[in-house]
């Protein structure tokens, strides 16, 4: 249940749609199968699994976007193609052109993308209305943006942007780690990731390491910058922070993530996605506190 990344939006326009008037939004560009010769699709699915697009629980909503790709291997369309410019060749008694090669391919993945199998990805999302925020639990930027981009689509003037800092979350981490204190309530873990100015960006990473080692000094001092950073929150959680303000390997730790066993599923999940809730949105106020992060 709980979000092992954060790609984290804000935005300073109220947040009005409850849960049953956000489902009613999304239904009309919920996923479709990919089929013919469609490469890829995008939608809305449910977060459980079952037929639900939002779940609210005291105003705070999950939904889930999706997109399904059609899988053709490059190997089996080269096979083909090779398979049929032989063929030309023992029938013309010359070899096909770059150009006919190229019209062979174009042939062969016009002919197999029907039969392809889709493949289907999920990531799931959380608008918090009172703190204007989108937590988007996605590794990558471009998943992210295209959820953002269909989230804009499908309800209009929504206005989330992503987060931006002055100076710039990088220079934060450097003067932290230099120092060797994160500002409270965060503390140095155990990994950073220094990189330097240069134009082929040398890098240098230190994992499961005491951050106070003379030698990082050193890199700090020769002009490298931190780039990642393993940081943790009140003994609650441990994530890193990129000095791009994306969140990632979110951890729980014990005492965080216990709650009690309900034998009803449904209990169970609202228990669990309140207790993320209440946990990530005060960790994620204090991140854009220490950055001094709104809205770029």
């Known amino acids: 249940m709980w979000f092992k990344n954060l790609q984290l939006f804000v935005s300073d326009n109220r947040w009005t749609l409850n849960a049953a008037e956000f489902e009613e939004r999304l239904q009309a560009s919920t996923l479709q199968p990919v089929s013919g010769l469609q490469w890829s699709s995008e939608g809305w699915l449910s977060p459980r699994g079952d037929a639900q697009l939002?779940?609210?629980?005291?105003?705070?909503?999950?939904?889930?976007?999706?997109?399904?790709?059609?899988?053709?291997?490059?190997?089996?369309?080269?096979?083909?193609v090779a398979s049929r410019a032989q063929t030309f060749e023992q029938v013309k008694g010359f070899a096909p052109s770059r150009k006919h090669l190229r019209e062979l391919k174009e042939q062969v993945t016009t002919e197999l993308l029907p039969r392809a199998f889709g493949q289907r990805k999920v990531t799931r999302a959380w608008i918090d209305p009172e703190r204007g925020l989108l937590a988007i639990d996605a590794a990558s930027v471009g998943t992210a943006e295209s959820l953002l981009a269909l989230l804009g689509r499908t309800v209009e003037g929504n206005g989330f942007a992503p987060l931006g800092c002055e100076p710039s979350v990088g220079a934060q981490m450097t003067q932290w780690l230099a120092s060797g204190e994160a500002p409270e309530p965060f503390a140095l873990d155990d990994e950073c990731e220094l990189v330097s100015p240069q134009a082929q960006r040398p890098a240098v990473r230190y994992a499961r390491h005491s951050l106070d080692l003379p030698e990082i000094r050193t890199h700090l001092s020769a002009g490298k910058f931190v780039q990642r950073l393993r940081l943790s929150?009140?003994?609650?959680?441990?994530?890193?922070?990129?000095?791009?303000?994306?969140?990632?390997?979110?951890?729980?730790?014990?005492?965080?993530?216990?709650?009690?066993?309900?034998?009803?599923?449904?209990?169970?999940?609202?228990?669990?996605?309140?207790?993320?809730?209440?946990?990530?949105g005060p960790m994620i106020d204090d991140l854009r506190r220490v950055l001094n992060a709104g809205a770029e």
């Open 233 to 280: 929150w009140r003994d609650q959680l441990r994530f890193t922070l990129d000095d791009q303000m994306q969140v990632k390997r979110v951890q729980v730790e014990e005492s965080a993530s216990d709650s009690e066993a309900d034998s009803d599923p449904d209990a169970a999940f609202a228990a669990d996605f309140m207790l993320m809730c209440s946990t990530l």
């Open 54 to 80: 939002v779940f609210g629980q005291d105003r705070q909503l999950l939904f889930a976007y999706g997109e399904e790709k059609k899988l053709l291997p490059g190997p089996v369309i080269r096979d083909q």
